[in-house]
């Protein structure tokens, strides 16, 4: 007993398959280990690593040493003969002994070398072939026997199952009965192996069952379409913006179908000699034909805009050859086998027109920017494999990455991980991925729909605490942007919607654009700012186009707010009959357009279309119905304007519905200015005689900027009248600063503004 | 009790290797009258080649009628004639490979039933006269498995053959020669070589 305690100890060392014992599937081991196994020569043994299992039968070693272990691979798991066992440490209790009766029944798959040898050879004969090649073997349940020794045109023969399943190995004897299943050629059976270790997709189900749907009808109702008397759809155009996943989604659907997948992009096609790019199309749309006679096949034209502009803007011969020879390949293809196309684009609109009949590409199908849901199944999917720390809520970081497409949620917990690691490189074995890790990672990585975009701004969040009294205006602007994002079901009960837009007007200097960026601050909402600047060019219509741009993009990452600061420069009234067609009075037309138009461009669409809100929430848990509200709710822009000149707007912006809350911000009154000074004051020393309330009473008609101001400007008087080294503020500086201001605001203007809209 | 049986066994198996040099020398000599019938093939293919390239209208021979078909019939019955005799010839390949596939077998068997009296102690002991029972059992099942292997890739290479293919024909010589494994044949004689001693000391 204790030589059997010391053998399971023993490490055994890794050496490669000696020659003559190829193919033999012996596996030699010291005899001593043997006998501590209970296995006789020859007796089937299953040798087992990390995930991957080969079978062999145990042989003594010729040199009769212990500790080392050597094994043909021939009958193994797929992934088991790609690896190399240099560094794998084997121990006895990775061989276990296996009980093989002899198999009455044995049902394989057959890869061979080339669809010509499979077109050449009968059904028969490949059988007969392969039970001789079997013959005398030990065979496990879904392992790959390797036969490409033996060159014959048969490479691997994929186990399905033994004995109909009943038994996991056997021995094929002549009397086995042989079930050859599907015969496959090496390139369709690699690209399978291949593409099985692709990711998981989130929140593309919808997508993924039409894509699905149109390449399984052909192939599990033939006679009835014949009957019917129709053809099948095929082609599809994906449209979204880059790195959604139109891509991914196509590997993933053909991969799932074990279709073939032929891909197609611009620059392999085009060559440089008259001709050749016509020649290369046709080359690849013969050899997609020529898959199909197979299997299913897609061909997948990635980048569809590249190679086939619109004609008619284009003036160059070859460029117009090329998208002739698409059009008609496109066309040709119903008379022989049968393949679906699938282009994938993210400007569709500069694809010809001619593309985009039925007959050619049938179906187009949007895949939007992500919506909540679909961005939490997407980060459900995407951390799966990562040690994410128990209390971490994928909700709430849905939430927060508004305007994320797919590839950016991959790249933020990839920088997330990342994150982690730096944090504690030594002990990365049981290191979690907390928040803050994601919380570091956002900042570093921005949603890609907004880049480029001209009213991305980096703002220093603000919290409402910093913004000194003002309760009902912050009150008010909670109401309008906080609440439809966090009480999304009590608004939906009440049938109240987001308000589309909020005017904030009052005397300048009043904390209106402050009170914009704390509620940027407090919703996580994608936050775009504009302002004139950015407007206007010197190009007729250019402003025009920035602006649609810029609500293009705040649609596609919505709940978004833009931000328009000091709006009557932006705008101006349609009613001054000064410059009846400046440009001012265009963007004018182009923001009442969008806040209140027909409707969206097909190609904005988002999410799955058909999100009607049904309160009968039975199986879904309450977060996830809370989730669907919210998406429901905030699918709109919401535009917030801050103006000091609000007579000067057009009525048109100011009726219901377009800028539809008004909140008049006014000067701050005593305990408003009071807050402020206290504020302002908090990491200032201060001497114990000053008295922020006197001057709260004394700085009647002052705005939040000019007690800011007064603050800095009794610190300076302190700094210039004691010395450098001055440690407190006395009270007589804030009196002297008082005494050197004016009131920014006067009285006449103050009551201008409460009387413009009573 | 376990002596008794591994001289049985060793009995067996001395049998068996004797068996395996008859064997070895039959299948060598098929194999050589296998060469001339495939190099005949190889000349019908090019016979066949010639007459689909000549012209026969344009030659004194355009008299004949029919001739173009007649001289294809004439050929395509002797690539058939070759390949029965090379059907034959696989058959008694093939009886060489079951005899062989018997020998190892039958020893085999005979071991895994006997086992509990063999351990593996005794299966491993070697002396100068007499290799280890595992030795011999391991050679006797390459040996299995090289006659095997041969005769499936030789037939299987016949099997591909067609007559509508030249150059297929054309090129089977060169295949079959290919097949060839001098190691494996070597393999064979050399094993032969290693148990002479054990063979004739019985």
């Known amino acids: 007993m204790t030589s059997v305690g010391v053998m399971e100890k023993l490490n055994l060392k890794w050496l490669p398959c000696d020659r003559q014992d190829k193919d033999t599937q012996r596996c030699r081991m010291g005899a001593g280990l043997m006998a501590s196994l209970n296995l006789r020569i020859g007796s089937p043994v299953l040798i087992c690593t990390s995930g991957s299992a080969c079978l062999c039968r145990a042989w003594p070693r010729s040199d009769l040493a212990e500790g080392y272990l050597q094994f043909d691979t021939k009958c193994s798991t797929q992934n088991f003969s790609s690896q190399t066992f240099k560094h794998v440490s084997f121990t006895p209790q990775h061989i276990t002994p296996l009980k093989c009766p002899k198999l009455k029944i044995l049902k394989v798959n057959v890869v061979v070398k080339s669809s010509v040898f499979k077109k050449r050879t009968a059904g028969p004969l490949i059988c007969e072939l392969v039970k001789e090649m079997l013959k005398h073997m030990y065979v496990y349940e879904k392992h790959v026997v390797n036969v490409s020794s033996l060159d014959t045109g048969i490479d691997f023969v994929l186990v399905e199952n033994v004995n109909s399943g009943s038994t996991k190995a056997g021995l094929v004897t002549g009397k086995t009965t042989l079930d050859v299943g599907a015969v496959v050629t090496l390139k369709q059976h690699r690209s399978r192996v291949q593409e099985s270790a692709s990711t998981s997709l989130g929140g593309m189900e919808e997508v993924y069952a039409s894509l699905k749907e149109l390449l399984l009808l052909p192939l599990h109702y033939p006679s009835a379409l014949k009957k019917l008397g129709i053809t099948c759809p095929r082609g599809v155009l994906l449209i979204g913006p880059p790195g959604v996943g139109k891509t991914m989604l196509v590997r993933r659907v053909v991969k799932d179908i074990g279709a073939t997948l032929i891909t197609l992009n611009g620059p392999v096609v085009l060559g440089s000699r008259p001709g050749e790019s016509e020649e290369n199309l046709r080359k690849m749309f013969k050899e997609a034909q020529e898959a199909s006679e197979e299997g299913p096949c897609v061909l997948l034209i990635d980048e569809i805009d590249s190679l086939c502009p619109k004609r008619a803007g284009s003036s160059s011969a070859p460029e117009n050859r090329v998208v002739a020879q698409l059009l008609t390949l496109m066309d040709g293809i119903g008379t022989r086998g049968f393949f679906v196309t699938i282009g994938a684009t993210n400007q569709p609109d500069t694809l010809d027109p001619a593309m985009r009949r039925p007959g050619r590409f049938d179906r187009e199908v949007i895949i939007g920017v992500p919506t909540l849901t679909q961005r939490k199944s997407i980060l459900t999917c995407l951390s799966e494999k990562m040690p994410l720390c128990k209390g971490l809520d994928l909700c709430a970081l849905a939430e927060m990455t508004t305007g994320y497409v797919g590839a950016d949620l991959s790249a933020l917990c990839r920088e997330a991980a990342l994150q982690a690691i730096r944090n504690a490189p030594q002990e990365f074995g049981e290191k979690r991925i907390e928040m803050h890790h994601f919380h570091e990672a956002l900042k570093r990585v921005q949603p890609s729909c907004l880049r480029s975009s001209i009213g991305l701004t980096d703002y220093r969040p603000v919290s409402w605490d910093k913004i000194g009294g003002l309760e009902d205006v912050k009150l008010k602007i909670k109401q309008s942007v906080e609440w439809p994002m966090k009480y999304p079901e009590s608004f939906i009960r009440l049938g109240l919607s987001r308000p589309r837009g909020i005017l904030l007007y009052g005397p300048p200097g009043c904390a209106k654009t402050t009170l914009v960026k704390a509620a940027a601050t407090s919703s996580h909402c994608a936050f775009l700012s504009v302002s004139g600047a950015d407007l206007f060019s010197p190009f007729v219509g250019d402003s025009e186009k920035a602006l649609a741009q810029l609500f293009r993009q705040a649609r596609a990452c919505s709940p978004s707010i833009v931000f328009l600061d000091e709006l009557d420069t932006i705008l101006g009234s349609r009613g001054d009959r000064r410059a009846p067609h400046s440009v001012q009075s265009q963007l004018l037309s182009v923001l009442l357009n969008e806040l209140d138009g027909v409707g969206l461009k097909t190609v904005e669409r988002r999410g799955t279309g058909e999100k009607v809100c049904h309160t009968e929430g039975h199986i879904e848990s309450q977060h996830d119905q809370k989730m669907q509200y919210q998406e429901v709710c905030n699918k709109d822009v919401m535009v917030v304007a801050a103006s000091n000149r609000p007579d000067a707007l057009d009525s048109a912006l100011m009726r219901p519905g377009r800028l539809d809350i008004m909140i008049y911000v006014p000067p701050p009154d005593y305990e408003s200015r009071l807050a402020v000074l206290q504020l302002c004051t908090e990491n200032m020393p201060l001497h114990s005689d000053v008295c922020l309330k006197e001057i709260a009473i004394q700085t009647d008609r002052y705005s939040g900027a000019d007690l800011e101001n007064l603050c800095k400007e009794a610190a300076l008087l302190t700094l210039q009248q004691e010395s450098m080294e001055a440690s407190v503020i006395h009270h007589k500086y804030f009196v002297q600063a008082l005494q050197n201001m004016k009131p920014s605001l006067s009285a006449q203007q103050i009551d201008s503004y409460q009387n413009l809209f009573t | ?202």
């Not at chain 2, 098929?30 to 080649?49: D, W």
């Not at chain 2, 079951?98 to 063999?118: C, I, K, P, T």
């Not at chain 2, 030789?154 to 190691?183: F, G, K, T, V, Y």
Request: hydrophobic share 45%.
């Open chain 2, 1 to 202: 009790m376990s002596t008794h049986a591994v001289a049985t066994l060793h009995q067996q198996l001395r049998k068996s290797f004797r068996a395996l040099a008859d064997n070895q020398r039959a299948w060598n000599s098929v194999l050589a009258e296998c060469a001339p019938l495939l190099g005949s093939l190889g000349n019908l293919a090019e016979q066949l080649r010639a007459l689909d390239g000549v012209q026969i209208a344009r030659t004194p021979l355009a008299r004949f009628p029919d001739l173009r078909d007649r001289l294809r019939c004439k050929l395509l019955q002797a690539v058939d004639v070759v390949l029965a005799k090379l059907t034959e010839k696989t058959e008694s390949l093939q009886t060489v490979r079951d005899a062989v596939h018997g020998l190892a077998s039958a020893a085999f068997q005979w071991y895994e039933q006997n086992a509990d009296l063999l351990d593996l102690a005794t299966c491993t002991l070697r002396s100068a006269a007499a290799p280890s029972i595992a030795e011999l059992l391991e050679w006797l099942q390459d040996a299995d498995s090289y006659y095997r292997q041969q005769f499936l890739r030789r037939r299987n290479l016949l099997q591909m053959l067609r007559p509508d293919e030249l150059s297929e024909l054309e090129s089977a010589a060169n295949w079959w020669a290919s097949i060839d494994s001098p190691d494996g044949d070597e393999l064979i004689s050399e094993m032969l070589f290693r148990v002479a001693v054990f063979v004739d000391s019985g």
